[in-house]
């Protein structure tokens, strides 16, 4: 199987689970949370999942269930960020954004249900394995709460009447988007019994890599080729760019790049998907 | 020890459990979640958690942890009630609402790491019980999502702009407010090792007690008793007291505070307690 039709497996499976997650109630609150969450998306987050699962031999069952938990987070994420207080942003994804469609009020329930959501998930559908599910619970609520990813948008907001340092810059992206990968690697390893931190060197050089990416394709994209608004230079964000230059932040992407792949080298063949996720988030265009 | 001794012993616990979770870092998001979930408030939810699980003998410890849980989830949806796309509230228990102080970004920010900080808690505090911890999980955010208090928080914004009708009102009810209220008993079962609906119609007769109390207050008492804007008129909002007029309101809390006493009745001396709540409810002014 070549590692695009592997992806597909993945993302077939967390779509399938997604939408039967969230379309259980035809509520205007779930049709906004259903907007967002399947709007498409790479589901980078829940395939890490399933893929450092399934490279330990885990618990598939578990890892697709704890993907769909993550995707949900960083759905309801992205609309609250886009939101006007915040970003605000009218595309994402190709699509007018969350409060675009459904108005600030109801966007906001909409991001708030879909945090809540990823809780009720874990805890609520199948596989049922109550240790590892109450560790998942932690692992990725630690990772997207106030200390991580919440805490990350915080300095993002920060760095927008401030000087925008590098440490300030890597600080951002180790927790704003770095955290949720960190917790995608754990919860693949949680699914498959392991320690939690079995991935994390890959994790920490693959979110930097992703973000890296992200803030190159933001300034050489044009909205049409990302699906979203390329904001960042209009909000004044910092980023990888924006303090190091496009050259430099070229080379760091390769240079956390590759020590992503010596990361998962130990684990030989079973590790060839994930070392081709490397490449692949390293060399994508959206 | 008298009723209000026994309630003091259970808020001190509560409020000094609730400032050890919070208070684990100074930075901003960490601050503006403190200023809201440390400002006060009956606690009631948490007393009820607290309180059912006693009248079964439960783990109190598990109660404890439960119950700061359910009060962060009750103060972020607060703090999102308050914002200016949603009711543009400006005093809440006694002082600036959290978007007055910290701005609309971080007062959002805040109240999702609120939610985020219920799912951290219950999943990283001392005691730990997987079986129970997970079930509470469950309990908690099946009550406060979108099937629930999120769900009334949209019926909310709905009847805004249509007709209030009493079967509006009962439905926006039963979730916005009531749906928080059962979840309390649920999690008191729950740390008792009982049946989760046990005090199931306990809680819905008091947590319609409780809002009908609520919005008889909203028309009754200025704002400064209520520490809060009594802002249900202004805002269109549908109450009991909008729909059934105010001396119909009185006697329905009356039946509903009957019904719950009832409900607890078979527990004897052991539901005294629970008894004492619901006629609190029923006569508190604020």
Redesign the interface.
Known sequence: MTFSEKYSEYTDKINAALEKAVK??D????RA?AYSLLAGGKRVRPVIVMACCEALGGDMGLALKYGCAIEMIHT?SLI?DD????DNDSLRRGRPTNHMVY????A??A???L???A??H???AEP?N??K???A??H???N????GM??G??DD??AETHEATRELVEKIHHRKTGALIRAAGELGAVAAGAEADFFRDYTVHLGLAFQIRDDILDVESSAEQLGKSNSDADNNKATFVSVYGIDEAKLRLERETALALSAVEPLGEKGAFLRELADYLLKRDK
Chains 1, 2 share one sequence.
Do not use: K, W
């Not at 509520?27 to 779930?30: C, G, L, V």
């Not at 108005?103 to 109801?106: C, P, V, W």
């Open positions: 259980t109630s509520e205007i609150t779930y949370m309801y609250h939101l006007p207080c915040m108005g600030e009020a109801q906001l329930l991001g708030d249900g945090l809540n959501l809780a009720e874990i805890s609520g049922h109550a240790e599910d109450i560790r619970v932690a990725l609520f630690g997207s709460g106030a200390m919440i805490g948008q915080a907001i920060f």
